[in-house]
T-cell receptor
Framework: GESVGLHLPTLSVQEGDNSIINCAYS??????FIWYKQESGKGPQFIID?????DKRQGQRVTVLLNKTVKHLSLQIAATQPGDSAVYFC???????????FGRGTSLIVHP | EAGVTQFPSHSVIEKGQTVTLRCDPI?????LYWYRRVMGKEIKFLLH????????ESGMPNNRFLAERTGGTYSTLKVQPAELEDSGVYFC????????????FGSGTRLTVV
């Protein structure tokens, strides 16, 4: 069977609850951060981004928090719905680079 | 507007065989990127084209991988000969020139080498 290392971190929530997905990034020089959602059979889809001169940014039902002191990023999803079930990736980017560095991903499972 | 299209969606090949993946970016997007995700791990960068030129191929794992983008439109990624560790999902993305934040990903090609 698969080794434990191949399993994604998983967050299971009930429909209607709030979800918080966490990400530790690696490069203190990173100044742009992005959250992507990947549903089964699809490619990663942009959700929300934040620049390093901000510590919070809100979208529709989603909020991204950035703590540069501890190099931590979080994605909060309000009133989680079954359609939010997916793998969520954080990504970081430095300056004018075109290439974001992705994290490992967190699987969000929403139970009806 | 059509999105980023990848073909095939799935491919199962034997070790030692050759496979060619294709990516059609969004029309007018000069930047084209290839990424790979091995099961349960992060999405890793392979290479970046600007039009037909390779801007950055630092993520290409070895010389069994060859990417081309003749004419600056669609791109192909050939793996020859394929090894078991090449299995994973290969994603293509495109963005407009100067649009480092405007990535659009394709649905990926799931490659299984047996």
């Amino acid at each position: 069977g698969e080794s434990v290392g191949l399993h994604l971190p998983t967050l299971s929530v009930q429909e209607g609850d709030n979800s918080i997905i966490n990400c530790a990034y690696s490069n203190s020089a990173s100044d742009y951060f992005i959250w992507y959602k990947q549903e089964s059979g699809k490619g990663p889809q942009f959700i929300i981004d934040i620049r390093s001169n901000m510590d919070k940014r809100q979208g529709q039902r989603v909020t991204v928090l950035l703590n540069k002191t501890v190099k931590h990023l979080s994605l909060q999803i309000a009133a989680t719905q079954p359609g939010d079930s997916a793998v969520y990736f954080c990504a970081e980017k430095v300056g004018g680079s075109y290439i974001p560095t992705f994290g490992r991903g967190t699987s969000l499972i929403v139970h009806p | 507007e059509a999105g980023v299209t990848q073909f095939p969606s799935h491919s199962v090949i034997e070790k030692g065989q050759t496979v060619t993946l294709r990516c059609d970016p969004i029309s007018g997007h000069d930047n084209l990127y290839w990424y790979r995700r091995v099961m349960g791990k992060e999405i890793k960068f392979l290479l970046h084209f600007v039009k037909e030129s390779k801007q950055d191929e630092s993520g290409m794992p070895n010389n069994r991988f060859l990417a081309e983008r003749t004419g600056g439109t669609y791109s192909t990624l050939k793996v020859q000969p394929a090894e078991l560790e090449d299995s994973g999902v290969y994603f293509c993305a495109s963005s407009p020139l100067g649009g480092a934040s405007g990535y659009t990903f394709g649905s990926g090609t799931r490659l299984t080498v047996v």
